[in-house]
T-cell receptor
Framework: QKEVEQDPGPLSVPEGAIVSLNCTYS??????FMWYRQYSRKGPELLMYTYSSGNKEDGRFTAQVDKSSKYISLFIRDSQPSDSATYLC???????????FGQGTELSVKP | NAGVTQTPKFRILKIGQSMTLQCTQD?????MYWYRQDPGMGLKLIYYSVGAGITDKGEVPNGYNVSRSTTEDFPLRLELAAPSQTSVYFC?????????????FGDGTRLSIL
């Protein structure tokens, strides 16, 4: 079993749709949870960060962490064509721990 | 502010050749990382460094070497290129303090071994 599993996609939605991206993990020691966005032929960039359980909202993006279920989600409201990218979940234990990435989900938002 | 800069952007190597992928950052970050990204496989950690003179293996270190003589630079060396090393390589850096410090990535080096 992989330490972090991410829904494989690819995912194609119409503009304005609500998008849900998800990851599950097996290591209960993970404390820091992140979502990176990666545009084609670019490096990943941090989109959202959450410490421990709970929700965090930033504009159209909401990150959720459920540590009891070992499950994290990223919601995108009113999706835009500019949201078309690969989304990678990532997590680590302590502050100095190594980041473990999911496989990535490719999202396409059609106008 | 350039951030993390990787060179070259593209390279084609023949089997058995060697090369160095360059990475430099201008943010005075202590931690630096090398990842490879294969289609549908996410990012796999090759090597990392917590400061100048200190390096350690990640998940997939075989076939690679690194050095960290300065805070700014973290080159990755391939000694005997093999087709299995065809991939996109990303360098990243972050501050030492604070678990919420994000990793900043370069735009990658696309490497093909033929």
């Amino acid at each position: 079993q992989k330490e972090v599993e991410q829904d494989p996609g690819p995912l194609s939605v119409p503009e304005g749709a609500i998008v849900s991206l998800n990851c599950t993990y097996s290591n209960s020691a993970f404390q820091y949870f992140m979502w990176y966005r990666q545009y084609s032929r670019k490096g990943p960039e941090l989109l959202m960060y959450t410490y421990s359980s709970g929700n965090k909202e930033d504009g159209r993006f909401t990150a959720q962490v459920d540590k009891s279920s070992k499950y994290i989600s990223l919601f995108i409201r009113d999706s835009q064509p500019s949201d078309s990218a690969t989304y990678l979940c990532a997590m680590r234990e302590g502050g100095g721990g190594k980041l473990i990435f999911g496989q990535g989900t490719e999202l396409s938002v059609k106008p | 502010n350039a951030g993390v800069t990787q060179t070259p952007k593209f390279r084609i190597l023949k089997i058995g050749q060697s090369m160095t992928l360059q990475c430099t950052q201008d943010m005075n970050h202590n931690y630096m990382y090398w990842y490879r990204q294969d289609p549908g496989m996410g990012l796999k950690l090759i090597y990392y460094s917590v400061g100048a003179g200190i390096t350690d293996k990640g998940e997939v270190p075989n076939g690679y070497n690194v050095s960290r003589s300065t805070t700014e630079d973290f080159p990755l060396r391939l000694e005997l290129a093999a087709p299995s090393q065809t991939s996109v390589y990303f360098c990243a850096s972050r501050r030492r303090t604070g678990g919420d410090q994000p990793q900043h990535f370069g735009d990658g080096t696309r490497l093909s071994i033929l």
